[in-house]
């Protein structure tokens, strides 16, 4: 098994976009979520390379890849993850998505069904408004300068010295230290504002302005799978089961003991349910004309769509 799980580099439409790959065989794509890099998948990725080519990119705006004032939303980030797997010479993968990566990751098979063999939901965006007070925060006008004054470096000794009474009051259950880490990686100018047109893209004071559900029942026959933490405190674990009942054929395992991190929480047997449901599916084949016949019969009338965000 080839095992390389260093940062690489690839210039795609001028930006530098950063990746780890690791393994070989069927290709596997991990996209990560908010504010976050490649690294969030240290704990699984030697596991899933054990079968497969993992290739985990860091998303424009975040980790090692540039940072640019560019298009944040989950279609230019679904075309990013086309164009990289291009320019790495794969032309299908199953898609497994995190949170934002989630969306991503949905868009991705909505918008390039023939590349996408199989899709993975997990902790995913994009199914109902509800969402973690911080993040619908963070999207008002004034976040900007509130996140300078965040990120300086006597506040960010004073959050140091203040987390015990934070951990208690922010209700972040067993996600806080990891969001607390996040929270420390915006401590430049450009990962601030590419944090921010992010999240603007994708959520208001109201909570969360995108859905997937309108378009879910364009994954007939997309083996798919939803895998949530009944602990989360970010993207709450009812998400998980609406998103199962508008997905039709899909599969859902819940995580009791995890957050919004099951791949940090329960690594191993993360990663030998994605092994389990990929050995268990066959890969999604393409038809052009089924998808045309879906589309014109559309999406079936639902309390849960129609009242969506």
Known sequence: MEVDDTLHF????????????????????LIHGLSDSSATWAP????????????????????????????????AYACGMRDLLAVLDIDRVTVVGHSLGGGIAMQFAYQFPERCERLVLVGSAGVGREVHPLL???SSPLAEPGL????APPVRSA??????????GL????????????YRCLTSPTARKAFLRTLRAGVDMNGQVITMLDRCYLT???????????????????????????????????????????????????????????????PQEFDPARWRAILRQGRPRSPEVSSGT
């Open 171 to 182: 209700r972040l259950g067993r996600d806080f230290d990891y969001v607390l880490d996040r």
């Open 44 to 75: 699984v990725l030697p596991l899933l390379a054990e079968h497969h080519l993992v290739i985990a990119p860091d998303l424009l705006g975040h980790g090692a890849s540039d940072k640019p004032r560019a298009d944040y939303a989950v279609a």
């Open 220 to 282: 007939v026959g997309m083996p798919t799978l939803i895998l949530w933490g009944a602990q989360d405190h970010v993207i709450p674990v009812e998400h998980a089961f609406t998103a199962h009942r508008a997905m039709p054929g899909s599969e859902l395992e819940i995580f009791e003991t995890s957050g919004h991190f099951p791949h940090q929480d329960e690594p191993e047997r993360f990663a030998k349910t994605i092994e389990s449901f990929i050995s268990a599916t066959a």
């Open 148 to 151: 300078a004054f965040l990120t």
């Open 136 to 138: 619908r925060l963070a």
């Open 159 to 168: 959050v140091r010295a203040l987390a015990p009474l934070l951990r208690v």
């Open 10 to 29: 690839r210039e795609v439409h001028g930006y530098t976009r950063a990746f780890r790959m690791m393994g070989d065989g069927p290709p596997l794509l």
